[in-house]
């Protein structure tokens, strides 16, 4: 029995020893490296905005009367100028020839006040008459003259009333569906008939809070200020519109409420047309109230160190990164994030250049020890990037 259990024991230690000699110690951890360089970065910060029409008029009728003739297709686009409504002209040009008619009344009579006049001035100097009747002449001539006034004044309400029955397009723009029926009464008091906004260009309206426009100052004001500022726009399904635009105006007052300004740009809406460039195929793009998000950036590239995002990490202190020095020690190296991503993360301090930084097998890192650096594949090299503002 002895010699069966000296046996087995001599076989297990067969076994083990030769895998613990085929291990040994274990040496420095291997990690994965990459040198930290400078690579041109475009600045993107993220908000939600609304589309806005630069401009928007309401159409309504200036007289009233019976709408006669609607002359444009609801949802179409119309120019300045342009007729949009007919009402009833007939009354309109009635009044207008009773407006005429007593203004040729008032000059007749203006100029029979004028004969009296000069008869009342001829008989004074000769004597004949008196002072009296060369002044009632002169009251009446005047009086005659004050009707003829009002005469041409009421002639020119009644041509403006006339020209109010044809309601023309203010601006060039796109108009909306009309809220009355051709036969209904319209008038000032019969509310909007439809209604125009503008199309090209549009305006982008978004909240900035106050701490991040300070930030976009600070960070853009040695560049040019706004102009070193483009805008770009992504719809609500997904794609980035193809046009850039500019901001145009930045309020001068917070909201109290929010702690944000507001902010708008302009971006050009233009007609998509068909292969042929010669007749539109579908709508412009951008519509008033439409929900799109709003990236700022950087009209020029700036050169920033860029690192894979696991190469930063956090705790208590803050972020930083292991780099690798002298005789392939790790040391922990404090940096400051800039707008970062995911994917690659923005050193704005704590690195110059050149360093070996860590990326691959961090979690076997501890400072002051050393390890065994090996390439790590290489950091992309992003073309923006973006934070939410």
């Known amino acids: 029995m002895n010699r069966v259990f000296a046996g087995a024991v ?56 019976f709408l006669q003739e609607r002359l444009f297709r609801e949802g179409g686009d119309v120019t300045e100028g342009e007729v949009l409504f007919r009402i009833e002209r007939a009354p309109f040009e009635a009044q207008l020839e009773q407006a005429q008619a007593s203004l040729a009344g008032a000059t007749a009579t203006l100029e029979n006040a004028r004969v009296a006049l000069a008869r009342a001035r001829d008989l004074r100097q000769t004597g004949a008459g008196t002072q009296v009747a060369y002044d009632n002449a002169q009251a009446g001539e005047r009086t005659a003259a004050a009707s003829v006034l009002s005469a041409q004044a009421a002639v020119r309400v009644a041509q403006i009333n006339l020209g109010y029955t044809e309601i023309s397009a203010p601006l060039t723009g796109q108009i909306g569906r009309a809220t009355l029926s051709v036969g209904n009464v319209v008038g000032p008091d019969a509310g909007n008939l439809a209604t125009i906004v503008s199309q090209d260009p549009m ?87 439409q929900f799109v998000s709003v990236f700022l950036e950087g009209s020029e590239p700036v050169l920033t160190i860029t690192l894979p995002r696991a190469a930063v990490l956090q705790d208590q202190q803050g972020a930083y990164v292991f ?57 992309p090299a992003p073309q923006t990037t973006p934070a939410r503002g």
Not at 324 to 330: E, I, L, M, Q, R
């Open 203 to 289: 305006r982008v309206a978004f909240t900035v809070s106050q701490r991040t426009a300070l930030d976009l100052r600070n960070r853009f004001e040695g560049r040019g200020g706004p102009d070193a500022v483009r805008v770009r726009i992504r719809t609500s399904d997904g794609r980035m519109y193809g046009e850039f635009g500019r901001v145009d105006f930045v309020d001068n007052q917070i909201d109290r409420n929010t702690d944000t300004i507001l902010v708008r740009a302009l971006i050009p809406n233009p007609v998509r047309r068909g292969t042929e460039g010669s007749t539109p195929v579908t709508p412009r793009e951008l519509i008033d109230g």
């Open 10 to 65: 001599a076989l297990v230690l067969a076994s083990v020893l030769p895998a613990a000699a085929q291990f040994g110690p274990q040496g420095p951890p291997a990690v994965g490296v990459v040198t930290a360089e400078r690579r041109p970065v475009t600045e993107t910060t993220e908000f939600v905005g609304r589309v806005e029409a630069t401009d928007r008029v309401n159409i309504r009728a200036r007289v009233t009367g």
């Open 323 to 379: 780099v690798v020095g002298d005789g392939n020690v790790a040391q922990r190296r404090n940096v400051r994030l800039g707008r970062s991503t995911g994917e690659v993360a923005v050193i704005e301090s704590g690195l110059e250049g050149g360093e070996s930084v860590v990326v691959e097998g961090v979690q076997r890192v501890r400072p002051g020890q050393p390890v065994n650096p090996g390439p790590a594949a290489a950091p």
